[in-house]
């Protein structure tokens, strides 16, 4: 049986999602867009708490 265009893709992308090295591929992915959320939040944060330390360190004369 000869699959057209549409199913040699159907086809390629069951077999993508049903190896298990495809599932961990698609897990890292997740958990570093995770990661970079929280770290890029956490650098928002605190780089303006640190910006105004520094500041309140150049006006207090050091």
């Known amino acids: 049986m ?13 077999r993508f999602f049903a190896e298990s090295e495809a599932a961990t591929v698609t897990e890292y992915a997740v958990m570093l867009a995770f990661l970079i959320s929280v770290m890029v939040g956490g650098i928002t944060l605190l780089g303006a708490q640190v910006n ?9 004369g050091w």
Do not use: D, H, I, M
């Not at 105004?52 to 207090?60: D, E």
């Open 2 to 14: 000869k699959l057209g265009k549409e199913g040699q893709f159907a086809a390629g992308c069951r």
């Open 52 to 60: 105004n330390l520094f500041t309140s360190v150049v006006n207090a």
